[in-house]
């Protein structure tokens, strides 16, 4: 017995080896397969992958097609009308040469030939797919007519066609008039053969769209005589066919095979367990999303921007940065960055210091505001902004001047400037230091406070010598935070910065992508600047700053103490109430009003000014409802699939410990903390099937983008979840006699549950609302209501935009409060 | 060096009323521990000494001079008071040295001076050769110590406790225990300590203050507070005791439960009564006047714990270890009784009860 177990100990290391060994094995031959059909696949001349499928599709239909109808038919004819038929069918094939004779020469001979001896049932392949591509093309009427014909009038309908076909002189069924009515001898009976296949592929429509891929994708007789050859002969095997047809797909599936048993070998190895373990699997299969979907995009960037024609080269790099538009918008994007993190700051330590710690009224009520700031998309912002500080008519500046009894000249504040553009970048991202501040302020042990106060320090001083230098990591995460988040931002810059003519990275980089091909190559050296940086910080914060958290949480939980501000107290809370009222309250009343102007250089109340107009015009239009679906759609599908992985990566980092559970970890964050704008340029240069992936142009590929730009959102709230349940409370599940599945479904997920909700909603509202990246990547099918929206401010009708988005902000809060009720009032953003 | 007077101090939490009328006097130099049950109000107590909590109505001074009450509001600060938490609060920011330093550097202490004392802190609670290290490379104990030293450092009058040593573990808390005493008594300063251990109540007080649901049940040494409580609660908190209804008449408390047997008694009390016994103040004896049968005994090395079927009631008897092996489980025993309590049954026990169990 005890040596059996030794054995089975010992050969399940091998056994492990060897299934690593394996699948390497395999994965490193489909990378060779897929570069041998890629090799194949290039001396063939196709212009594109798409070409190549096609034949193959064609084919699989002409099989298909001969199998299902024309076999049948033929077995039904005498042996001499089946030799006649041959014979014709060979005189077909030779006449749908002709147009290459002069191309092909003796190959096209040597083809035709070789299609003779293969019999008559390649003959027919040949015949048929030459037709297709070569023959007289079907009227669309005479299509019409013919898949018109259903059930049994369609088998009547081709047995006459193979008649007419068989002889001459039989009358062509009416269906088939309009198709042969103007040809003659070998058209008629061209037409006669592509009409009856017509009829046969009527319920598969692929026919005619492989037929369209196909001419598309094979640009030149060489190639397209090529095709035949393989359709004809067959091309190999099923298979074959498969890896040429896909060959990038193939070599990018071998890859990530080869990849992710090197990984799984090197795990395996400093864990000393030679054993599969499922969550490996699970971990392999979210590691192989993000490098494929995140960190190759990242790369390419870089590559492309180092090596822009293939060879390494700084010639791009000196050129865009010594533009001096170039030069202005990182000059710019650095000022306004560093500028708002500084402001942002100091209004967000404050604040959350009243809010969180002191007796300032109506405190729960300031710090849900200021919250929910973080959740109004930026844009937005921009254009209240923009109709409150306009030079001209902006609100502010008439009631300025007014005030201050100026003259009627512009001003005095002006929005289209980089101090206007800092102001508005503040009030929206503040809230990010905001909240980083206050949770590390809640959380603090309040004795350590008055441990200092016992010593006789003051209040004030307690802050100074305790307080802050405890918040110092928080406070410099939540200024970073910030930073970044300011200098990746699009939508402001675009709305604010465009007309004020004040250049930023981000705006830079969408109007080269705009530009073509060469833009793209261009905008990728600029965006290498913004994801650097970002790297920078996200290193600085994440590494760094981590050591230094302090944990203070302290066993026994506490209220924490609030300071009582006394005489301080009103004043303090006129100013807060005033700050609110400034950045919460009057951007939001000024979209509304705006969308109910005609005029919008007069106030709503002015006489005849006031109109339902604008909003009964945009929600009305199945444009806008149609970019309103598509928002919910994708937003929808990234959420849940997002919050899929957020959970199994929470369940991984609290509740197991095995190894290379922080790569997935580590990547999401990286993504998280990746500037929109670089994500979706690296999605445009790695989707477009030159990888083996094509989401080009498709939802997926939006979805794909908010997933990795969010999915760190919903991660943290689901692990944030997990880690306060001690794991005790599951384990005393198991020992009850629960299931792995029951303890997760009766205890964990009931206790996690209002995280899942807000980690849903955290994914989906920023996603619903998004612009940065969808700017870059939607097509005219998968528009949102963020590009929408941005359209209709730039291109038709200010109210109107404000119309819709106030109807964004309205869904934002109801979603909120939808999020409110769902985890009983414990989330809400 | 202080005497705190506490005037009535009521402290409400909306309706929730956790302290009612506390008038006490804590003496300068005194021992004082807060002892009750967690939620009786002894936490609030000291937050109130120490400032952290306005009292809803009261007085409170510290050496005559008022501290709250009415208009006069001195914050914590102002105190002069020592205070250790029961988290420690040790500033992680900051190393050791730093920590017990900041009160002198906050009453801007010269520095020669500051070094002088702090040295001495440390020294007081052995932290000596920990100066440089930061609280996360210290064990809770080595934390604790630096919340000591730097509750001491500023040498105050007034030193408050909460709870400093129910993070520990048992050995630890136990030497800790003898340590704050002795530096009591060597500095000569007052000390209010809360705590819901009445062993560590015991060791270290000079006047242990019995509280439950925000009133004090009782307050007296030790001894007085072990021996003669005042009441069913203070008799149960401090202690083992098994309580029996019976009836007090003619020098003797006949008890029911006991199958009507009875104990001779010379106390005033007649009537309906509780008899509260604790299992130390019964012993085995051949003309004991209570008779029964053992039913079970655990050895635990010093003593042996016997409980005892009497009638229908179950005694425990705590007897020394040393004579166990000549006692077996089923055998007839008499019992004497050496001490007990006797409290007039006002139904307050069934009361009492309940919020302890």
């Known amino acids: 017995m005890e040596r059996v177990k030794a054995l089975q100990r010992d050969r399940a290391p091998v056994v492990a080896k060897l299934v690593l060994a394996l699948v390497f094995a395999l994965g490193a031959a489909l990378v060779f397969m897929g570069y041998r059909g890629q090799v194949q696949f290039a001396t063939s001349g196709f212009s594109s992958e798409g070409g190549f499928e096609a034949v193959y599709a064609l084919s699989r239909s002409v099989s298909n097609a001969w199998s299902d109808v024309i076999a049948p038919q033929l077995g039904a004819l005498s042996e001499q009308d089946r030799e006649s038929l041959d014979a014709q069918a060979l005189q077909l094939l030779e006449a749908a040469w002709d147009s290459h004779r002069e191309g092909a020469g003796g190959e096209a001979r040597a083809l035709v030939d070789d299609a003779g001896s293969n019999g008559e049932e390649m003959t027919w392949k040949l015949l048929h797919a030459a037709y297709l591509v070569n023959g007289p093309k079907v009227s669309s009427a005479g299509r019409k007519a013919i898949v018109a014909a259903r059930g049994d009038a369609a088998s009547e309908l081709r047995a006459a066609l193979l008649r007419c076909m068989l002889d001459d002189s039989v009358p062509v069924p009416e269906a088939a008039v309009k198709i042969t009515d103007k040809a003659e001898g070998e058209a008629r009976r061209a037409a006669l053969v592509q009409a009856l296949f017509v009829s046969a592929g009527a319920e598969d429509a692929s026919l005619t769209e492989n037929v369209n891929a196909f001419k598309k994708g094979v640009r030149n007789k060489n190639s397209q005589l090529e095709a035949y050859r393989m359709m004809a002969g067959g091309g190999g095997s099923w298979l074959w066919k498969v890896i040429v047809g896909n060959s990038r797909t193939v070599m990018l599936v071998g890859t990530a095979l080869m990849v992710d048993m090197l990984l799984l070998c090197f795990l395996m190895a400093s864990e000393r367990r030679w054993t599969f373990d499922v969550k490996w699997i699970v971990m392999l299969l979210i590691i192989d999303f993000l490098l494929i979907f995140q960190l190759l995009p990242m790369v390419f960037i870089v590559g492309k921007a180092l090596f822009p024609e293939g060879s390494l080269t ?34 967000a330590f404050p604040l959350a210091w009243l809010v969180g710690r002191t007796n300032l009224y109506g405190r729960k009520f300031f710090r849900a505001l200021f919250v929910v700031t973080y959740m109004v998309p930026p844009y937005v912002g921009a254009m209240a ?9 902006g609100t502010v500046n008439q009631w300025l001047r007014a005030l201050l009894q100026l003259s009627d000249a512009p001003g005095p504040l002006n929005v289209y400037t980089l101090p206007g553009m800092i102001w508005v970048l ?23 406070e008055e441990a200092s106060r016992i010593c006789g320090a003051s209040p004030v001083r307690t802050l100074l010598t305790v307080t802050l230098p405890m918040m110092m990591p928080s406070l410099i995460a939540g200024a970073l935070l910030v930073f970044i ?141 149609g970019c309103l679906k598509n928002s919910l759609i994708f937003a929808s599908v990234a959420a849940t699939v997002g919050l899929v992985i957020a959970c199994t990566m929470s369940y991984l980092l609290q509740r197991t410990s095995i190894r290379g559970r922080s790569i997935p970890n580590f990547l999401i964050t990286l993504g998280s903390g990746t500037p929109s704008v670089v994500i979706a340029l690296g999605l445009i240069m790695t989707m477009r099937g030159n990888f083996g992936i094509d989401i080009y142009g498709t939802a997926w590929i939006l979805i794909v983008a908010y997933m990795v730009k969010y999915l760190m959102m919903g991660m943290r709230t689901v692990v944030s979840a997990m880690s306060q349940i001690h794991v005790s409370l599951e384990e005393c599940s198991q020992v009850a006699g629960a299931s792995w599945l029951t303890t997760m479904r009766r205890i964990t997920a009931p206790l996690i549950f209002p995280s899942i909700a807000a980690g849903w909603f955290l994914i989906f509202i920023p996603s619903f609302y998004e612009l940065s990246m969808t700017t870059l990547l939607y097509s005219s099918t998968t528009k949102t209501i963020g590009v929408q929206l941005h359209e209709y401010w730039s291109f038709t009708s200010q109210p109107m935009s404000c119309a819709m988005a106030f109807g964004i902000l309205m869904i934002v809060v109801l979603l909120n409060f939808v999020l409110n009720r769902l985890t009983r009032g414990e989330f809400s953003i | 060096m202080a005497t705190v007077t506490i005037r009535k101090v009521t402290k409400a939490f909306g309706d929730n009323v956790v302290l009612r009328e506390f008038d006490q006097v804590f003496r300068d130099g005194e021992f004082i521990t807060l002892l009750g049950p967690s939620g009786c109000g002894k936490t609030t107590m000291l937050r109130i000494i120490a400032g952290f909590e306005k009292p809803t109505g009261g007085e409170l001074y510290i050496d005559d001079v008022l501290m709250c009450g009415g208009k006069t509001f001195v914050p914590p600060e102002k105190r002069g008071i020592g205070m250790v938490f029961q988290s420690y609060a040790v500033w992680p920011h900051m190393n050791v040295y730093d920590n017990v330093a900041y009160p002198l550097t906050i009453h801007k202490t010269s520095k020669e001076e500051a070094r002088r004392r702090v040295e001495r802190a440390l020294e007081i609670t052995h932290l000596s050769s920990y100066a440089k290290r930061f609280p996360n490379q210290m064990s809770g104990g080595q934390q604790q110590r630096v919340a000591l030293a730097r509750a001491l450092v500023a040498e105050p009058k007034l030193l408050l406790l909460d709870e400093p040593l129910s993070n520990l573990d048992a050995k630890l808390r136990e030497s800790m225990r003898f340590e704050i005493k002795e ?63 019976g009836d007090a008449s003619n020098g003797r408390v006949v008890l029911p439960a006991m199958g009507g047997q009875s104990i001779p008694y010379d106390g005033p009390r007649t009537g309906k009564v509780d008899v509260a016994v604790r299992p130390e103040n019964l012993v085995f004896s051949e003309d004991g006047p209570l008779q029964g049968i053992l039913e079970t005994h655990y050895y635990l090395g010093d003593v042996d714990d016997c409980r005892v079927r009497v009638g229908d009631a179950l005694v425990r008897v705590i007897t020394s270890g040393y004579e166990h092996r000549h006692r077996q489980a089923g055998q007839p025993v008499r019992l004497a009784v050496r001490d007990f309590m006797v409290f007039e049954d006002d139904g307050s026990l069934e009361e009492m009860l309940e919020i302890l169990t």
């Open chain 1, 385 to 393: 902004w923009l109709r409150l500080m306009n030079p001209n008519v």
């Open chain 2, 183 to 245: 530096i009591q008594k060597r500095l000569g300063i007052t000390v209010v300590y809360v705590t819901h251990d009445q062993t560590e109540a015991m060791a270290m007080s000079d006047r242990i203050f019995v509280i439950n649901r925000g009133v004090v049940q009782q307050c007296g040494s030790p001894e007085e507070i072990y021996n003669a409580p005042v009441n069913q609660f203070v008799a149960d908190f401090l202690g083992n005791v098994d309580f029996f209804k």
């Open chain 1, 314 to 347: 700084l010639e791009t790099i000196r050129r865009l940065y010594t533009y001096p538009l170039n030069l202005d918008a990182l000059k710019n994007t650095f000022i306004a960055a560093f500028a708002t993190m500084l402001l942002g700051t100091a209004i």
């Open chain 1, 426 to 448: 503040t009030t929206f991202y503040y809230p990010y230091a905001f909240i980083t501040i206050s949770r590390a302020m809640e959380k603090m042990d309040p004795t350590l």
């Open chain 1, 485 to 625: 988040a300011a200098a990746s931002c699009y939508g402001i810059p675009s709305i604010i910065g465009t007309p004020g003519n004040v250049n930023m990275v981000t705006t830079r980089i969408v109007e080269y992508v705009s530009l073509g091909q060469q833009g793209i190559n261009d905008a990728t050296a600029l965006s290498v600047f913004l994801m650097f940086m970002a790297i920078v910080i996200l290193f600085i914060s994440d590494v760094v700053l981590a050591r230094r958290q302090y944990i203070t949480v302290s066993g026994k939980s506490v209220n924490p103490s609030v300071v009582h501000l006394r005489r301080w107290r009103w004043p303090l809370t006129v100013a807060v109430s005033l700050f609110a009222v400034v950045v919460v309250l009057l951007p939001f009343a000024t979209i509304l009003a705006t969308s109910f102007k005609i005029d919008v250089g007069k106030g709503v109340f002015a006489p005849r000014n006031f109109t339902l107009a604008n909003w009964t015009t945009v929600f009305a239009r199945a444009e806008t409802l």
